[in-house]
């Protein structure tokens, strides 16, 4: 791809992109947009360094150039701004978000199609986020194996992870329901077209219609395979910072080793439709 608005810099052959050139914290024209939409597909993660901060308004307008956002099923909003996640560990946290892999929210009947986070502020050291490309983890599997996933769907759950969760932002969740979805294993790029394995350890608990014993063989299996670090890349923040990720084709874990220090930033989350494979 030629790019000619924005410099845009691979930081591996499988996954993540530096985007030179660009003020998120400006409207921007058509022609940046549209490249930077690119470089996102092209990629499935990119990194914005060097960034003003962005007011809420900002990133929610940067956000919805790619689609009506998405609200969190179970974390608070932002006060006046219910599109705002933040993302905030600190002394006092007793979990910090992210920190196993996932792709956004896939217990969603629509999972997001991307999420875009700025981090204001950081550790002294550490507070690092991890991707894998779910395309390069696809690519790798035996051509048996593709095989046998082909047509396979995963049910994704959440009350295990949300139920309580956010009880210390003041959410009172009882006799709230949270989603449940079933996906295909492999899934359909919409966009680029590409098939890219499409489990998490977070949410998938397991292989609709295997025996309980052969699902949880092969969910371990494809869980472990996609966190191989050939399929990673590992980002250091700096503060401002901007990373957008592709959840339909990447998962990400946020390393929390920096308690009891605070790292705190916003997310936007961009809706994403349903998924599907075809083969
Ligand atoms: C998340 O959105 O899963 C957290 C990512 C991060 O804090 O780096």
Redesign the pocket.
């Known amino acids: 791809m030629d790019y000619r608005t924005i410099e845009v810099k691979p930081v591996t052959p499988v996954i993540g992109a530096e985007i030179r050139g660009v003020d998120l914290s400006q409207s921007l024209g058509d022609a940046q947009w549209n490249e930077i939409h690119s470089a996102f597909l092209e990629h499935s993660v990119i990194f914005f360094r060097d960034q003003k901060p962005m007011p809420p308004e900002r990133q929610v307008a940067f956000g919805k150039r790619f689609g009506p956002l998405h609200i969190h099923p179970a974390a608070p909003g932002m006060d006046g701004h219910p599109e705002v996640f933040v ?1 905030h560990a600190h002394k006092d946290s007793k979990i910090a ?2 920190e196993f892999w996932h792709s ?1 929210v896939s217990c969603d009947q629509e999972p997001p199609l991307g ?1 875009i ?1 700025q981090i204001h502020l950081l550790p002294p050291a550490g507070g690092d ?1 991890l991707f894998a490309s779910m395309y390069a983890a696809y690519d790798d599997l035996s051509p048996r194996m593709k095989t046998y996933l082909a047509g396979l769907n995963a049910v994704h759950e959440s009350e295990h992870i949300y139920r309580g969760r956010y009880s210390d932002r003041g959410v009172d969740d009882a006799g709230k329901e949270y989603p449940t979805a079933i996906h295909p294993v492999i899934r359909t790029h919409p966009e680029t077209g590409r098939p890219a394995l499409f489990v998490n350890r977070t949410f998938t608990t397991r292989i609709d219609g295997l025996p309980e014993e052969e699902s949880r063989a092969i969910l371990d299996f494809l869980c472990t395979h996609a966190e191989r670090p050939w399929y990673q890349t590992r980002f250091q923040w700096r503060q401002n910072d901007v990373a957008m990720w592709d959840n339909r084709c990447t998962q ?1 874990m ?1 390393i929390w080793d920096y308690w009891p220090h605070e790292r705190k930033g916003n ?1 936007v989350t961009v809706k994403g439709d349903r998924p599907f494979y075809r083969g």
Do not use: F, P, V
């Open positions: 993302i978000n992210g956004d999420s986070l986020t990400h946020a997310r």
